[in-house]
């Protein structure tokens, strides 16, 4: 089984997002999802400094609008399982298809707004506690009046509330533990965000979702949510409500995951699944941070993709639009061939000239899902490949 994760806040470097603008339709996409977001996605993601997207408001959107950019590229078909942290929950939950990505960039922004005007109601801070005895960190961390807003593994807790408290816990460490200030506005998943959790849940009431089509872990306890009408419940709560990461990587652990590819920014949470989930059950992880790194991904996809077990099934792949065009299938492949990994069924017109469309499995082509010169849109499926896995 293989899982697609969407980091979260801090994962954001400068010009992160550069290589990716020379994909087909990817800067159009950016600009029309920065309409939504009512911020410059393509200049925060390649001309900005490291200030100016450590701003909630901006950065918030970004890492949403990364995450999918990224993802229109896989074929996300054949991922079992998504989970985000934090704001990537709200991209994970776009790759579950329970929202439109466009809803997903929308509510990122507002998320972003919102918690960035919380945080300036009043001076707090998070600071993360490594090491040190679990209980006796929590208790620490509860008798200086702060929240555990994340715990991220084993050994990683972070604490958030007022500074006076943050500075008594760094004065006053845990046994055999590190307190570390994180550079961030203020004390997210805490009840200092509650002004915030208002106003999403205001605008999230709107919005009719759709049943999860994936498995999708939720930060609130590591399950599986079922229904989309408790994940917008969840994403919204998610706001004042502590991030247990680590319940998502146990839930990993328990269903069997062996393999792992984390969308871009990629790093932060591949080291945390590298770290808690090792020894002979580790699961293989691909950090996707630029184009270059697709091949690695899809390559993990096709020898992970499904439930897991040791008896064969039978799979479908399907393949999907690398970019936003008109497509072209190659008028001498028919339904019921045999396709080779790599090989051209196709090509997208664009603006820019065609794209070749590739097999990225091999088997049997059982069904054309489009046709000569019908209009697709990035990751929209174009055939189904069936066979033995």
């Not at 980091?7 to 159009?28: I, M």
């Not at 707004?113 to 300036?120: F, L, T, V």
Request: charged share 15%; with cysteine.
């Amino acid at each position: 089984m293989l899982a697609v994760l969407s980091p979260g806040q801090g994962s954001q470097k400068p010009g992160f997002l550069t290589p990716w603008l020379d994909l087909p339709g990817a800067e159009a996409r950016l600009r029309w999802w920065s309409a939504l977001a009512g911020v410059d996605l393509v200049r925060l993601g390649t001309q900005a400094d490291a200030d100016e997207i450590k701003d909630t408001a901006r950065t918030q959107p970004l890492l949403v609008a990364a995450a999918l950019l990224a993802a229109e590229h896989l074929p996300m078909y054949d991922v079992a399982l998504v989970a985000g942290h934090s704001v990537g929950e709200l991209g994970a939950a776009a790759l579950a298809g329970v929202l439109p990505a466009e809803a997903a960039v929308t509510l990122a922004g507002v998320r972003g707004r919102e918690m960035a005007a919380a945080c300036a109601l009043e001076p707090t801070g998070m600071a993360a506690v490594l090491g040190g005895d679990p209980a006796e960190v929590l208790t620490a961390i509860e008798a200086h009046g702060l929240h555990p807003a994340n715990r991220n593994g084993t050994g990683q807790v972070v604490a958030a509330g007022a500074v006076a408290g943050l500075e008594k816990l760094a004065a006053e460490p845990p046994a055999k533990a590190r307190v570390i200030r994180l550079q961030v506005a203020g004390a997210f998943h805490t009840p200092y965000m509650a002004p915030a959790e208002a106003a999403l849940a205001a605008v999230a009431g709107g919005i009719v979702p759709a049943d999860p089509a994936r498995i999708l872990l939720s930060n609130l306890d590591g399950a599986a949510v079922n229904h989309g009408r408790e994940l917008v419940q969840r994403l919204v709560r998610q706001v004042t409500a502590p991030v247990r990461w680590d319940l998502c990587m146990r839930t990993l652990a328990d269903l069997g995951v062996t393999g792992v590819i984390e969308l871009p920014p990629a790093g932060t949470l591949a080291g945390l699944v590298k770290r808690e989930l090792k020894g002979e059950g580790a699961p293989e992880i691909v950090t996707l941070n630029t184009p270059d790194d697709l091949p690695a991904a899809r390559d993990l996809i096709a020898r992970h993709s499904g439930p897991g077990g040791h008896e064969p099934v039978i799979q479908f792949r399907v393949v999907v639009s690398p970019a936003a065009g008109t497509f072209e299938p190659l008028t001498d492949l028919a339904e019921g061939v045999d396709l080779r990994t790599g090989q051209v069924i196709g090509h997208v017109a664009t603006r820019q000239g065609p794209v070749e469309v590739t097999a990225h499995h091999s088997g049997l082509l059982t069904e054309w899902l489009a046709h000569h010169n019908d209009p697709v849109a990035p990751g929209q499926p174009l055939a189904r490949i069936g066979g033995q896995a």
